[in-house]
């Protein structure tokens, strides 16, 4: 006896040519706001990459042992010991005093998962970036193993080293901090598409378990009858490795105006 898959209440967006109905949802993805998303059901924040404990110990101890060697070559001999257990001590607190900076920095990212939608802020006081179900495809949504939005190389490489795994989530791009501000407050969430503008655009949750967000959203889209059953573990299975995030066209499948979803397939497919 197989499970009863859940009833399908609600459809995710398809574009029929431009009808007045198509423009009403756009439009009402550009007014959504927090309030219009219903009860918050669950909340996020950012954090920073697991490795990156490691790497600040790391680099504190090469900087200790340099900077001891240094000191044991130029300076005299008397209080050495002393002098080498003050630079280490040094040292150490200020890599970690960075380290703690950078995770209050990420802390700061709020992705809170309500009945009707997610909504993302870069910081506390950010406008909200309000992304509804009805706009998000669960066929399209990948994990990647770090996050980056720097156009630069240096930043960009300090960004993939820092930022956790991201939950990489295809939806709407309408209203603040979306497409209508492609470089405001939120866009260090935001993950730039191969084919261009439109409504639809990434949005990376980066957070110490992706997948727990992810099965967050997979529950409130199916209370909401939405046909996302099996998104989280979708995602599992197109994990990506690349640290770009992307620019691999069968992971990151964007989506134009007219393209269809995806979805999750069924048990039968």
Do not use: C
């Amino acid at each position: 006896m197989t499970a009863r898959r859940p009833a399908v209440r609600n459809q995710f967006f398809q574009w029929h040519g431009g009808t007045d109905e198509d423009h009403a949802v756009l439009a009402s993805w550009a007014a959504a706001t927090p309030e219009d998303m219903g009860p918050l059901l669950a909340r996020y924040r950012g954090g920073v990459h697991a490795r990156l404990w490691a790497k600040g110990a790391l680099l504190a101890l090469d900087l200790g042992l340099a900077l001891g060697l240094l000191r044991a070559l130029v300076g005299p001999r008397e209080d050495l010991a002393r002098d080498v257990v003050a630079i280490f001590l040094g040292v150490a607190v200020l890599i970690a005093g960075v380290l703690l900076a950078l995770l209050l920095a990420a802390r700061r990212r709020r992705h809170d998962v309500h009945r009707g939608g997610i909504v993302l802020r870069a910081t506390a006081d950010a406008p909200a970036a309000v992304v509804p179900w009805s706009s998000v495809d669960p066929g399209r949504v990948f994990i990647a193993p770090t996050t980056a939005t720097a156009r630069r190389w240096l930043a960009a490489h300090v960004q993939r080293a820092v930022r956790p795994p991201a939950a990489v989530v295809n939806g709407s791009v309408r209203g603040p901090g979306g497409s209508d501000d492609p470089d405001g407050t939120n866009a260090v969430l935001r993950h730039r598409p191969v084919t261009g503008d439109g409504p639809f655009g990434w949005w990376q949750i980066g957070v110490a378990d992706p997948v727990s967000v992810l099965v967050a959203m997979e529950s409130a889209m199916v209370a909401e009858g939405y046909p996302a059953a099996g998104m989280a573990s979708r995602a599992l299975f197109r994990e990506t490795t690349l640290r770009g995030m992307g620019r691999d066209a069968a992971t990151e499948l964007d989506r134009a105006l007219a393209d269809p979803v995806i979805g999750v397939p069924s048990d039968g497919d």
